[in-house]
């Protein structure tokens, strides 16, 4: 097994490091509880997984050499603990799965998921209340119509927003005003 290790990853908090989905269900089950000895991470993977001990014993080190697994010695064996919060490689990975699936792009990724997979009346509702506070955090300033107070103190003197109508200004020899 690995040398001792501490839970905290660095000074910067750089971001938690990528897990394979193998990986994804030792950390789960040491989010649910911690510490655990790797006797009983593999007692409580074994079973459902199929996989044999030194396969999770594998898992358990490639986390701990990622950093996402802390351990400490216990007399013969090492007590894993995460020491990656859940929620950190939940938002990592939310954000690497948007950007290698939808190329970053929120709506198209909702509108997949909302037109794929039936929701209830309680999900439609979550998912509007959640809508509804991003657009009202979003609300754009309103627009100075032209010739406004607002503009004309924002206008510098000579400029078109204080006339009243905006024309743009083009360039080359044909420019004119609209």
């Known amino acids: 097994m ?3 290790s501490r839970p ?10 990528s897990i394979t989905d193998a990986e994804w269900l030792v950390m ?5 509880r911690s510490p655990q000895t790797a006797a009983e991470i593999i007692a409580e993977l074994s079973g459902p997984t199929g996989w044999k001990p030194q396969t999770i014993k594998t898992l358990i080190g490639r986390l701990a050499e990622k950093g996402a697994v802390a351990h400490e010695p216990r007399g013969r064996e090492y007590l894993y603990s995460p020491a990656v919060p859940e929620a950190d ?11 290698r699936i939808f190329g970053g792009a929120v709506a198209p990724m909702l509108a997949h998921f909302v037109e794929e ?4 009346n309680k999900e439609i509702a979550r998912l509007r209340a959640i809508l509804d506070r991003a657009a009202a955090a979003q609300q754009p300033p309103r627009d100075p119509t032209p010739g ?7 206008a510098k003197p000579g400029s078109r927003f204080l ?4 024309q743009p200004r083009l360039k080359g020899p044909s420019s004119r005003h609209w």
């Open 163 to 166: 006339t009243g109508c905006w």
């Open 117 to 120: 997979h039936p929701l209830s």
């Open 2 to 4: 690995p040398k001792p």
């Open 89 to 99: 490689a939940v938002q990592a990975e939310s954000g690497n799965f948007l950007t």
């Open 148 to 154: 406004s107070p607002a503009l004309r103190r924002r």
């Open 8 to 17: 905290s990853r660095s000074k910067a908090n750089p971001p938690p490091p």
């Open 28 to 32: 789960k089950s040491l989010w649910a």
